[in-house]
């Protein structure tokens, strides 16, 4: 099985710190909830975790959170819930439509008494918004239609792992413009990295998030580019990303978008632009023969699976600086 592990690159890091680094902000519900210092702090304490998984083991003893779920999820699920359970807390978990029944500031407040946090996966990002307006517990984005900022911590720590100092590192991410792009998007210009998304003409990222992209990677020394050409976006790369073409809720787009995508496939004939270390890098499930081909996906550049692991441990550190 092709892996990226043996080959990882050591990172100088802070010692561990006596008390657990704290994020200001109640909730997670946007990338930009928490400051520059706090993500390099939640990085430099999933390293932590990560080489010692029984650390924290009882953080979060007596604590029950609430898992609220309106689509489906095989990886954020069972990360959080392990997650939670590692820390030695308790999750109670919620599949399906949130408020059909009564209307969200009741199920929110009815949450807010029972549970010490919710972690909700909504399809509108102003769900997850009004679940922390009317709750007082910490609220934390599994995913919207906007943002996916848990699976970015995840996929800016296994850059880190990787290549160890990220600044200065080309990120490509070609595809649709979505929640994921989005966060991703924000999480690397903020640490000093480049990021190229191609998507076709009229999938472009939302206007009102490059603009604040834009200011993050000026601050930062990193360089923006928006283009309709893959090839573009890809060239000497050292990590290219993409997603699914028709995101959770778009389903009834499908046909379209598979026309519409077909010529920003990611294969070894575009891959082959990237730099000659590049990763390749995917929040998963991939749609095989769509927006990635087998040759790229199952390569030994491929660190799909180290996304997935990481995203256990960067939440690990996400709740213990938020309720730790
Ligand atoms: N990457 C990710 O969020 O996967 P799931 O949809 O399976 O949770
Ligand atoms: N963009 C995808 C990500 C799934 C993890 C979706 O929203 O369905």
Redesign the pocket.
């Known amino acids: 099985m092709p892996s990226v592990g043996s080959s990882l690159k050591p990172v100088k890091r802070m010692p561990a710190p006596k008390t657990l680094p704290r994020i200001a902000a109640t909730d997670f519900i946007r990338d930009l909830d928490i400051s520059q210092d706090e993500l390099l702090a939640l990085l430099d304490l999933t390293h932590q975790l990560k080489a010692n998984p029984g650390r924290f083991a009882t953080a979060l003893a007596g604590r029950y959170i609430t898992l609220l779920f309106e689509?489906p999820s095989l990886?954020?699920r069972f990360t959080f819930e392990l997650a939670i359970k590692q820390l030695g807390g308790d999750a109670v978990l919620a599949v399906g439509p949130i408020a059909d029944r009564e209307p969200l500031k009741d199920v929110a407040r009815n949450f807010d008494r029972w549970t010490n946090a919710i972690v909700a996966r909504t399809f509108s990002q102003q769900t997850i918004d009004d679940l922390a307006h009317w709750s007082s517990v910490p609220v934390i984005n599994a995913?919207s239609?906007r943002f996916?900022p848990c699976?970015a911590l995840a996929d800016v720590f296994t850059l880190q792992e990787r290549f160890g100092d990220v600044r200065g590192l080309k990120l490509a991410f070609v595809g649709?413009g979505?929640?994921?792009a989005h966060s991703l998007m924000l999480a690397s210009l903020r640490l000093g990295m480049s990021f190229s998304l191609a998507t076709p003409v009229g999938y472009e990222p939302d206007a009102e998030i490059v603009a604040q992209a834009e200011a993050l990677a000026a601050v930062a020394g990193g360089q923006l580019v928006i283009t309709n050409n893959a090839r573009e976006a890809v060239d000497g790369a050292q990590a290219v990303y993409t997603?699914?073409w028709a995101?959770?809720?778009q389903e009834h787009e499908k046909e379209k978008r598979l026309a519409d995508f077909a010529p920003y496939q990611v294969n070894a004939g575009l891959f082959q632009h990237a730099a000659p270390e590049a990763i390749f890098l995917h929040?998963?499930?991939a749609k095989r023969g769509e927006e990635v081909h087998d040759d790229v996906i199952e390569s030994s550049q491929s660190a799909v699976f180290d996304q997935a692991e990481n995203r256990l441990h960067v939440q690990k550190a996400l709740l213990l600086m938020l309720l730790g």
């Open positions: 689509k990886r954020t995913l239609d996916h699976q649709d979505n929640n994921v997603d699914v995101s959770m809720g929040c998963l499930p």
